[in-house]
């Protein structure tokens, strides 16, 4: 037996349109206590891939009779390629993110939709103060999205981690987990939630005071009577 007679080759991984043939290089032996002959590949098969085994008519009997036909089966190989995360948003170390931003990371692969889950994608600021949200899983895209419940804080860095409880559609795990942080800016203009009159207010006292209430902290030193004005109308 040599790897003349005994060949394994494939025509490309499944769902390739590759028509080329390789042949697979190896080693050949054979136990005559068990009567095996065995092909060891020089390298791992490939995932998801099949191949095809012969051994040649030509191979003989100890007294030299040839096989007479040669013996030809497949098989094929599971997928055992762990995902990887290809990019993320935002990317690792980024900073100015708006506080409304979505956290997003795109897999090298597609992926079980039930192992992606608020417990394998999680955000946290770098003081360990966890952040609610949901988590979902786009299968054309192979993008995942962590929508926090509501806005981030303002200048703050957050760390996300895709943990390896994540695994692919073959049951594969990344091999290690994703973890990478941003840090936040306030790109989110103010608004005023509600005034004092309110719109159309009529019968206010004389006495009044008028007022405005921001949606969120604001530079004092902008507010004054040249941005606040208040005037009569005939």
Known sequence: FTTS???IIT???NGSSAKSVTIVAGTVSYNTTTRVASFTPTHDFASNTTYTATIAATVRDTIGIQLGTPITWSFTTSDKTAPTISTTYPTSDATGI???AAVTATFS?????ATITTSSFTLKTIAGDSVAG?????SLTKIVTFAPGSNLSSFTTYEATISIAVKDTAGNAMSTAKVWRFTTSDVIAPTVSSTTPIDGATGEAVTSTVSGVFSEAMDSSTINTSSFTLKILN
């Open 98 to 100: 708006a506080i409304n």
């Open 5 to 7: 007679t005994f060949t």
């Open 109 to 113: 692969k597609g992926m079980d939709s």
């Open 11 to 13: 025509s490309g991984a």
């Open 134 to 138: 949901t988590v979902s899983y786009n």
